[in-house]
């Protein structure tokens, strides 16, 4: 994916390399360990081109890669991303989605 540097330089990135897209003042932020980058599309967008990816809305400002959750913190409502060092917010709606979600992969994973 061809994103942009916040000096305007543009780079590639993989899919697998993305932790979640957010929203700011109509500007869409591309987050990595690698830091934060610039995406010229709406989250709209990039929810219907990756939702079949393991990418989930879990806010109206985000679009997150639920494969690099690390945990969830259910009383700030936060998933946490990088051993808790990068996280965005979860909205009360999907607080049940998520609390199953990070069961059911806690389970897969002990199997």
Known sequence: ???LHHDGSSCD????EILYFSNHKNTIFVH?????FVLPTTLSDIFCAYVNNGFERLDRSNVVNM?????YDSIRKIVSFNKGQQFTTVSEANDLRIKK???AR??????
């Open 1 to 3: 994916m061809r994103v």
């Open 13 to 16: 990135i993989q899919e697998e």
């Open 32 to 36: 990595t360990n690698q830091g934060e």
């Open 67 to 71: 494969h690099n959750i690390d945990g």
């Open 101 to 103: 979600y990070i069961t």
């Open 106 to 111: 806690k389970k897969s994973k002990t199997n």
